[in-house]
């Protein structure tokens, strides 16, 4: 079984960083490509981005520039640096992950976390 758990997200000012931190745990050995997706307010949902196994990026126009994600595989934790946020960068931000032959082919993720609330005011 996997279980993917995001860090506490938290309240910050505009123009201010967060860092939110995904750890994985169980069989995680065939899931290469990790990814976080944004859920706003009105249940809308946006992939902020991705990461294979080559830590190889993609990031919606929205946030290139502002956000990275990293990876630790040692650690099997994934990342994300946001900065420079903005009040619309608010949602609840989910990691997830699966195996990449699924996820370029669906574009669906096989397994999420919870999810965690960033908030950030004006």
């Known amino acids: 079984q996997v279980q993917l758990v995001e860090s506490r997200g938290g309240s910050v000012q505009s123009g201010g960083s967060l860092t939110l931190s995904c750890a994985a745990s169980?069989?995680?050995?065939?899931?290469?490509?990790m990814g976080w997706v944004r859920r706003y307010p009105g249940k809308e949902r946006e992939e902020v981005g991705n990461?294979?196994?080559?830590?190889?990026?993609t990031y919606s126009d929205s946030v290139k520039g502002r956000f990275t994600i990293s990876q630790d595989n040692a650690k099997k934790t994934l990342y994300l640096q946001m900065n420079s946020l903005k009040p619309e960068d608010t949602a609840v931000y989910s990691c997830?992950?699966?195996?990449?032959?699924?996820?370029?082919?669906?574009?669906?993720?096989?397994?999420w976390g919870q999810g965690t609330q960033v908030t950030v005011s004006s």
């Open positions: 997830a992950a699966a195996r990449c032959f699924i996820y370029r082919l669906t574009r669906r993720y096989e397994y």
């Open positions: 169980g069989d995680t050995s065939r899931l290469d490509c």
């Open positions: 990461i294979d196994s080559d830590g190889r990026t």
